[in-house]
């Protein structure tokens, strides 16, 4: 009975390890040689449990219990092969208010237009669009497609309103991105500075020939850069010249605090924007039927568990030894 | 049969080891691919508001071809562009052409001085959040977009271009019903 135990319980863990890949996408884990080993494992104690049951080495009942195990198998195989031949985690960064294709899902992610309050709320919506079906809405919890799973992450930005001296709006450029027009950063780059690497970003205002390279810091990193004053919060530092390379100002901006430096009178709110990431995921026809088997399998073995125990005497041993063995054949019989 | 069975428990082992990528770096989707992709797409609108100060926006516009230039002051090839569009909007402006020009990310004083200072009657819409820019895939301006009577994206187009070439790609739409 131990060993029915056991295998049970490994069968469990096997579907369980699988099903996370579905409830909690997106982590470097399964595609870890630990996760590879651990279903590696389970899949070799299914596979020994359920043939030695199937032979009848595990006493009445293997039947069913081979059967659990058949459905296990399939769960676990499929969490194997996505977390083995699946494709590594794909980050769609998407600038706020464009449509980006996904030819893997042959679907286009929307991301929506950003403002300085959807920033700072981290509320921006992404919706997929497909052609056969109806549109998706990411939110927070994953979604499964196919043989992918996507979810919801989000990555540090910033809105950028910037004026000239005057109070003139100025259009806001990013001549290094693929973003060209977009007044928000999403930091897609890092500059290692101390041991550190910072979320780094350009942006300019060809209007008064200015550009500002940006460099964000969290609160630890903004104190330590601030010689130890503690203001709580992130910010950016900026650093501005002009478009002959010439120092024309440096500060540190505060989300939604406006400053004026380098004849810029700017305004920065920091804030998050989604992003998706697309993992792979087991199979969801071979997980379902998997999980039904193992259902049924299971059901099946305690059933016949049940019925051989209202098959069993009422007081086993001590009557056994009272009384000779024939009354005990009857009394079975009249159990049943 | 115990026997195939460690068989295919190593086998198992092996193709694993075999596929196991280790992981690798994350791949990105950084999508943008400027506006010549958005050909058929549906025309996004945003709310903005002309130089004057009234509400006005692409969408108004559906049922009309329309060819939307996005702009700025400070943008030599825009100033180059515009007596071209000036003359694109009168000569078909009763065939049922609009054209708009959208300031982006400057205010409502200085696209109207530009407006007045070169010529322009077309309507001119600011829009300070660059909105359109961003949901148009502008690698640099101007950038032009064709919109279709069914409000469908026909054609985007980056860099300035000539009176020839604006009626050359409006003169197929204008025709279509």
């Known amino acids: 009975m131990n060993s029915v135990l056991f295998a049970i319980a490994v069968a469990i863990v096997g579907i369980a390890l699988t099903l996370a890949q579905d409830a909690f996408p997106a982590q470097e884990f399964y595609h870890s040689w630990q996760y590879i080993t651990l279903l590696t494992v389970a899949i070799i104690v299914m596979l020994t449990f359920g043939h030695s049951a199937r032979i009848g080495k595990e006493g009445s009942g293997g039947k069913p219990l081979a059967l659990a195990m058949i459905g296990a198998l399939a769960v676990t195989i499929a969490g194997f092969v996505s977390a083995l031949i699946g494709p590594d985690t794909v980050t769609v960064i998407g600038t706020p208010g464009t449509v980006t294709p996904i030819p893997d899902l042959r679907v286009a992610a929307f991301f929506e237009q950003a403002t300085p309050a959807t920033l700072a709320d981290a509320h921006a919506t992404i919706t997929l669009r497909r052609r056969d079906g109806g549109p998706i809405e990411i939110g927070n919890t994953p979604v499964p497609f196919g043989l992918s799973v996507l979810s919801r992450s989000s990555r540090i930005a910033a809105y950028v309103e910037a004026r000239d001296a005057r109070g003139n709006h100025l259009t806001v450029t990013q001549p290094n991105n693929t973003s060209f027009l977009s007044p928000v950063l999403l930091f897609r780059s890092t500059q290692p500075i101390a041991g550190k690497l910072l979320p780094f970003d350009t942006f300019a205002t060809p209007g008064v020939h200015r550009i500002v390279r940006a460099l964000y810091l969290d609160s630890a990193a903004l104190s330590e850069f601030n010689h130890g004053i503690k203001e709580g919060g992130s910010g950016v530092v900026l650093s501005i010249t002009d478009d002959q390379a010439k120092p024309r100002g440096i500060a540190i901006a505060r989300s939604g605090v406006p400053l004026l430096a380098g004849d810029l009178l700017l305004k920065i709110t920091l804030g998050r924007y989604p992003t998706i990431l697309i993992s792979s995921a087991p199979s969801p026809y071979a997980v379902i039927s998997g999980l039904i088997v193992f259902a049924g399998g299971l059901l099946w073995f305690a059933a016949a568990m049940r019925k051989r125990l209202a098959a069993m005497p009422a007081s086993p041993l001590p009557v056994r030894e009272e009384r000779p063995s024939a009354p005990v054949a009857s009394s079975v019989r009249d159990s049943s | ?177």
């Open chain 2, 1 to 177: 049969m115990r026997l195939s069975v460690v068989a295919g428990a190593i086998i198992l082992i092996l193709s694993g080891s075999a596929c196991y990528s280790g992981g690798g770096p994350a791949r990105n989707i950084d999508g943008n691919g400027g506006p010549g992709g958005l050909a058929g797409a549906p025309a996004v609108s945003y709310d903005v508001k002309r130089t004057d100060g009234t509400p006005d926006s692409l969408a108004r516009y559906r049922g009309s071809v329309v060819v939307m230039n996005l702009w700025a002051t400070w943008c030599p090839p825009c100033k180059e562009e515009m007596p071209a569009l000036e003359k694109l909007y009168r000569a078909n402006k009763k065939r049922g052409l609009v054209v708009i020009g959208i300031d982006q990310g400057e205010g409502a004083a200085q696209a109207a001085a530009f407006a007045r200072e070169h010529g322009i009657t077309f309507p001119i819409l600011v829009d300070d959040q660059q909105q359109y820019a961003s949901s148009y895939r502008s690698v640099g301006l101007p950038t032009t977009v064709i919109v279709d009577r069914s409000g469908h994206v026909v054609r985007g187009i980056d860099g300035a271009q000539t009176l020839a070439q604006f009626e050359a790609a409006v003169a197929p739409v204008l025709r279509a019903q």
